[in-house]
């Protein structure tokens, strides 16, 4: 199967504004994204999707395909859904939306979801790594819980699984997983998703993902090794990443 990755990326975050274009390791945050996955060989194709002029400067200049989408998109899987459906991109089987904050997404968590839509085990694959109890009272950590084939049961914000008995403690730690911000689809399931309304829960709890699930869709979960420093949405979040940057690569030069 033939393999697009798509980079969503808008300048509206409001809780780290203008995100795409703050620097991480000297160069914007988008570009270090670009980076990252393309260094991965795991697809065919990548582009950076975006409404923004400045954006797509910063991404062009350091080399990344862009494609210049509509200013309107509710969420990043509709900015990937238009890509997908033109004209360029329509012979690709299975599209993954890396979200643009992730700098240091692994191979492993892009592979992982992918694989589920190629082997035709889920229509949406993601990706999860395992995580402490610190997480579960942080809503910024998105959870996410799985049945024994490995797909979705629900994600939230909220503490999942709860430990209603301090006596099962041990029985619950090894299934706290933080969700990834990677999906991969197959172009019926992507086209499915845009094209449904929002459901209550997606809205109540801010996870379009909880689209996919209300209505039936199947979301495939590969679990892999925990990424520290997963997303970026905050000042903290963002100088964190750098000190990360920093030790990952201590002969770049300052940033």
């Not at 969420?75 to 643009?100: F, H, K, L, M």
């Not at 709890?205 to 949405?233: K, N, Y």
Request: charged share 25%.
């Amino acid at each position: 199967m033939s393999t697009l990755i798509v980079i969503p990326a808008r300048l509206g975050a409001t809780r780290l504004r203008r995100k795409p274009l703050r620097l991480l390791g000297g160069q914007p945050l988008i570009v270090r994204v670009w980076e990252r996955v393309v260094e991965m060989r795991v697809a065919g194709r990548v582009v950076v999707a975006t409404d923004s002029h400045d954006v797509a400067i910063a991404a062009r200049t350091a080399g990344a395909e862009v494609a210049m989408t509509r200013t309107d998109h509710p969420s990043g899987t509709d900015r990937v859904a238009e890509v997908a459906a033109s004209a360029e991109y329509a012979g690709y089987d299975v599209i993954v939306n890396v979200q643009g904050d992730e700098p240091f997404i692994s191979a492993e968590a892009v592979r992982g979801a992918a694989a589920f839509v190629e082997r035709g085990t889920c229509p949406i694959g993601t990706a999860a790594c395992r995580a402490t109890a610190q997480v579960l009272n942080d809503p910024a950590v998105v959870k996410v819980v799985v049945d024994v084939l490995n797909r979705a049961l629900y994600f939230s914000r909220a503490p999942i699984p709860h430990l209603r008995d301090p006596a099962d403690e041990a029985r619950r730690d090894p299934l706290i997983l933080q969700h990834l911000g990677v999906y991969a689809y197959s172009r019926e399931a992507l086209v499915q998703w845009v094209s449904l309304p929002p459901h209550p829960l997606e809205v109540v709890e801010r996870l379009e993902q909880l689209r996919a699930l209300a209505h039936g869709i199947r979301v495939g979960v590969e679990t892999v090794p925990a990424i520290e420093g997963s997303g970026i949405d905050t000042e903290d979040d963002l100088a964190s990443a750098n000190a990360r940057w920093s030790e990952q690569n201590p002969t770049a030069g300052a940033h």
